[in-house]
Nanobody, 123 residues
Framework: VQLQAFGGGLVQAGGSLRLSCAASGRVFSRYAAGWFRQAPGKEREFVAAISWNRYNTNYADSVKGRFTISGDNANNTVYLQMNSLKPEDTAVYYC?????????????????WGQGTQVTVSS
């Protein structure tokens, strides 16, 4: 499956962005999906995950209550709604897909990755 992430940009602290991850090539509804992020000089970290049927979700503690992951299998797209953004949310955000639902996945759990989209939050 091929993934393309988009929707990043520059936003002020307290603002919102919605990232989209569009899939092609295979039936996306057969895959769990997730979002990760990587800030300069830091390791790639888990942000949010959603199961293949889009019923189960999980979030990193740092984004709980502010970010929402959702999926639209009819349109082969997974979203990440980000509200109340903080400067520490600044990073390149990657979407990923894997064949197995893992509640708190590491990057190794996912076989397919999008190219990343930059999110910059100014103070």
């Amino acid at each position: 499956v091929q993934l393309q992430a988009f929707g990043g940009g520059l936003v002020q602290a307290g603002g919102s962005l919605r990232l989209s991850c569009a899939a092609s090539g295979r039936v996306f509804s057969r895959y769990a999906a997730g979002w990760f992020r990587q800030a300069p000089g830091k390791e790639r970290e888990f942000v949010a995950a959603i199961s293949w049927n889009r019923y189960n979700t999980n979030y990193a503690d740092s984004v709980k209550g502010r970010f929402t992951i959702s999926g639209d299998n009819a349109n082969n797209t997974v979203y990440l709604q980000m509200n109340s953004l903080k400067p520490e949310d600044t990073a390149v955000y990657y979407c990923a897909a894997g064949s197995r639902w893992v509640r708190t996945p590491t990057p190794n759990e996912y076989a397919y990755w999008g190219q990343g989209t930059q999110v910059t939050v100014s103070s």
